[in-house]
């Protein structure tokens, strides 16, 4: 629920609103639609959908499992997610950024069937992930056309 109900190893005793986290990225995300400007400002609420289809996939599954184990594979989604445009903007190579997107593509649908077993739904949190990533890969891929020597 919307509602984290307290037990033995909670440090609140009270019932606590859950979502602190999901409220920030829609605020973030609203904010950066309203800012936006020109023909991509759509792109932020396509990540906006992805990074709160990951919180509830995670938390979902962390409800099934209780498992870090579980919570160090979205660090390590998100840290491939977030490391793809650091990654072209550190080396100036828009091809080492396409292939650093299709490995965390790859690594989310391995991690996607994975969870199946665990939390069918929060698998299917991910799909806005699996479908975005290959149609960034490869915008990323026209821009190299675009862009010799990237």
Do not use: K
């Not at 602190?20 to 400007?37: D, E």
């Not at 996607?112 to 939390?119: A, K, P």
């Not at 992930?129 to 490869?138: D, G, K, N, R, S």
Request: with cysteine; charged share 10%; net charge positive.
């Amino acid at each position: 629920g919307l509602l984290d109900q307290p037990n033995q190893r909670s440090s609140h005793r009270i019932a606590t609103p859950r979502g602190g986290g999901l409220s920030f990225v829609l605020v973030v995300g609203g904010l950066s639609l309203a800012l936006g400007q020109g023909r991509a400002a759509w792109i932020p609420l396509i990540w906006l959908l992805i990074h709160a289809c990951f919180y509830l996939s995670a938390l979902l599954s962390w409800n099934v499992r209780n498992s870090w184990n579980l919570v160090v594979a979205y660090v390590l989604l998100l840290v491939l997610v977030e490391g793809y445009t650091w990654l072209m903007c550190r080396t100036r190579r828009l091809a080492a950024g396409t292939v650093f997107c299709l490995a965390a593509w790859s690594y989310g649908l391995i991690f996607s069937l994975l969870l199946l077993s665990i939390s069918p739904l929060a698998a299917q949190l991910m799909l806005p992930f699996l479908l975005w990533t290959p149609i960034e890969a490869v915008i990323t891929w026209q821009m190299r056309q675009l862009n010799p020597g990237c």
